[in-house]
């Protein structure tokens, strides 16, 4: 069963979440498919010359987002434009919301001029996440500013903060930092229902997480830490990302089933 809605060119913008870090998929482009594909699955159902692309690259900061990828997106001529940045920043020690906000409202205002419709995201509420919880109150001052630039540019607003499913172990990757297959899956869904497109998702049912004693629990965190947190701060310490040398996966608004790779000519 396919639905209208009125986009014909998709183009999402951002860090590992739209690149779709943790939702590993050999047959899509660059490995990962994650939320802003199965969205574009969606949305190209019904229409035939449906074009998508992804310039979102892992590891990004919200100022290196907008220079790298705002005025690609526009030279792309989208009618439909999903930004979700500043993640990266905010978990930094010192970082400031409200600069955020500033330079987010920038590029939105840029992206406005387009006359597509742009969808931004509010961060997660990370107060179910030990390591995170400190910058709870950070990410909450910088999703008011998100609100106050989507008003001020009639942009929509996709509600991960109020989005409770995700607080849950099952909706994350090993690294606790990326979503899971579940938790993009879960994200795609909440996409469709801010944007209004009908669609035959099903929310996913999985089976319990078996119950782990305290020593379990605790191993585990040994363990994440050393393959995970350490090394992320060894990046943040050498001023490296993860992203250097990544490139776009999607970086031309071609037909979804191609992976992008036959670019619409412009």
Same mark, same amino acid.
């Given at each position: ?37 199965? +969205? ?12 998508? !692309?992804?310039? #979102? ?135 469709? #229902? ?39 701060? +060894? ?12 490139? !776009? ?18």
């Amino acid at each position: 069963m396919t639905h209208v809605h009125p986009w014909r060119r998709y183009v999402a913008l951002g860090d590992s979440f739209t690149e779709g870090i943790g939702d590993p998929e050999p047959a899509s482009p660059g490995g990962h498919r994650g939320w802003a594909d199965r +969205v574009a699955e969606v949305l190209a159902l019904s229409v035939d010359d449906f074009g998508y !692309a992804n310039l #979102a690259v892992r590891g990004k900061l919200l100022q290196q987002v907008i220079d790298e990828q705002v005025e690609q997106a526009v030279a792309l001529q989208p009618d439909l434009v999903s930004l979700s940045a500043g993640g990266n920043d905010v978990i930094r020690p010192g970082a400031d919301p409200d600069e955020l906000g500033a330079q987010l409202d920038t590029a939105v205002a840029r992206l406005a001029e387009t006359g597509a419709t742009i969808l931004l995201f509010t961060g997660t509420d990370v107060g179910f996440s030990p390591v995170f919880r400190g910058i709870r109150g950070r990410v909450a001052i910088y999703n008011e500013n998100i609100r106050t630039v989507a008003k001020r540019h009639d942009a929509i607003v996709a509600d991960q903060w109020a989005l409770t499913d995700i607080q849950d172990a099952r909706m994350w990757d090993r690294d606790r930092l990326h979503l899971a297959p579940l938790g993009h899956h879960t994200v795609a869904r909440m996409v469709l #229902a801010t944007l209004g497109v009908p669609n035959e998702l099903q929310p996913m049912q999985p089976e319990p997480l078996p119950q782990r004693t305290w020593r379990q629990a605790r191993t585990e965190d040994l363990v994440w830490a050393r393959e995970y947190l350490v090394p992320w701060v +060894v990046r943040r310490i050498k001023r490296v990302s993860s992203g250097d040398h990544v490139q !776009a996966k999607r970086p031309l608004a071609g037909p979804y089933r191609d992976g992008g790779e036959r670019g619409i000519a412009l």
